[in-house]
């Protein structure tokens, strides 16, 4: 199976960098049954951290965030990208991109066991066409 790459919507939240901001973000999400596709966490900054969050349903997303009062940005998108694992998927992917004079913003992959792998990429608002249409999505 070759790759499946589809567009995302993804928002993300800025948490005090302390341990269990994370975790109340993420039980809050559970909690309301919205399921998430990816999630990325990093330090942002004086003493603060952003979590990227890629939902499934975004309305639904939206709708349980607001009622648990987390502070969301506005829709972004990115690409979600699912297949079989194969040595250089990665480098193959980010050539494509680079051949279209498209700069990653950043990017994120992982095997997923039984020969899968995921990735996330980030690119910016101006070249999201330019990108789509270099990733044949």
């Known amino acids: 199976m070759a790759e499946s790459i589809r567009r995302v919507e993804y928002y993300y939240v800025v948490v005090p960098d302390k ?3 994370g975790a109340l973000v993420l039980s809050t999400l559970q909690e ?3 399921n998430l596709l ?3 966490g990093f330090p942002a900054g004086r003493g603060r951290s952003q979590i990227d969050l890629v939902p499934e349903e975004p309305a639904a997303f939206k709708l349980a965030a607001r009622s648990a ?3 969301l940005s506005r829709a972004k998108r990115a690409f979600l990208v699912e297949g079989d694992d194969r040595v250089g998927v990665v480098a193959d992917l980010t050539r494509r991109l ?3 004079k498209v700069n990653l913003t950043a990017a994120c992959a992982t095997a997923a066991g039984s020969g899968r792998y995921g990735m996330i990429l980030w690119v910016p608002a101006a070249s999201y066409g330019k ?3 270099a990733l044949g999505v």
């Open 98 to 100: 680079a051949e279209a």
């Open 38 to 40: 990816a999630y990325l």
């Open 19 to 21: 341990p269990g901001s």
């Open 69 to 71: 009062g987390l502070k």
């Open 32 to 34: 309301a049954g919205v």
């Open 131 to 133: 990108a789509a249409k």
